[in-house]
């Protein structure tokens, strides 16, 4: 049996929510702030509330993805009688803050753009209400694969987050790595398929570090900070000889100065956790 749901906010990616509950035969009730935004969904078979109380209270599960917690506030139904699933990108303070208004309320992170929902290769994170989010999970999966990170209604952001930190992180080593390498005019086509390869390996260096993070014993095994500042330094230089901005790498090598100087030359990279909890 399909359950009803209602979806407040109809940017691109609240109405790529709404579209993914449709194409998956709920029933589906929207509302925006302009009603404009609706009739696409309309079209589609949603049924457009005309305000947000009305939204809120037509059915058991409320989906929210507006601007941020302070839009969400002014047009929450204080007597929401349903679960809320917030959508909305906060921080886990403001979701913690959202769980202590006796809600059944869900947190979400959603880890990909609009046109991923309802691919079950992409996967949103939820935190929060253990029963609210068991009873909604079934409809949730319409959306991308739903990942519970457990009762605290912050992880669900803290974790986003973190995750989104990784991918800046990535993806601009990645340009920074492709403008070295076109300054010598190579391309940046020729270039990446050997950089997406070099991201397996990359990814086992991440297997080995975690068990060393949460024990707190950096063993340079692999290779050691002594290592890593030498070729580091290689990467600064050929950054500043083509006159790219060295300040990424740079940032590197000066993390790896104040390890192996604080004595730690002999440890692996991982032991740079320690520099950013200072």
């Known amino acids: 049996m399909h359950s009803d749901v209602a979806v407040l906010g109809l940017g691109q990616m609240g109405s790529a929510l709404a579209s993914a ?54 047009i929450l139904d204080p007597e929401l009688p349903g679960i809320l699933v917030n959508l909305t990108s906060g921080s886990p303070e403001q979701a913690r ?87 010598d005019g190579a391309t940046a086509q020729h270039f990446t398929p050997l950089a997406t390869r070099w991201l397996g390996p990359v990814a086992g260096f991440i297997s080995t570090y975690t068990p060393q993070v949460d024990a707190g014993a950096y063993p340079g095994s692999d290779a050691t900070l002594d290592v890593h500042l030498a070729t580091l330094e290689h990467l600064v230089h050929a950054s500043e000889v083509r006159k790219i901005d060295a300040a990424l790498p740079r940032l590197f090598h000066d993390y790896a100065v104040r390890a192996v100087e604080a004595g730690h030359g002999t440890d692996g990279w991982a032991r740079i956790i320690e520099l950013l909890r200072a």
């Open 21 to 74: 509950f449709l194409r998956a035969g709920h029933r589906v009730t929207v509302w925006n702030r302009s009603s404009a935004r609706t009739a696409p969904l309309v079209a589609q078979g949603a049924h457009a509330a005309s305000s947000a109380v009305e939204a809120q209270r037509s059915a058991p599960v409320v989906v929210a993805c507006v601007l941020d917690y302070p839009a969400l506030m002014e």
């Open 97 to 183: 803050e959202m769980a202590g208004r006796g809600l059944r309320y869900v947190d979400g992170g959603i880890m990909t753009t609009p046109p991923g929902i309802g691919d079950q290769r992409s996967m949103i994170l939820y935190s929060g209400d253990q029963d609210a989010f068991a009873e909604a999970s079934g409809l949730l999966s319409a959306l991308a694969e739903p990942i519970n990170l457990g009762a605290d209604p912050g992880l669900a952001a803290l974790y986003d987050t973190a995750l989104l930190s990784i991918m800046w992180a990535t993806l601009t080593g990645w340009l920074h790595a492709s403008a070295l390498v076109t300054a």
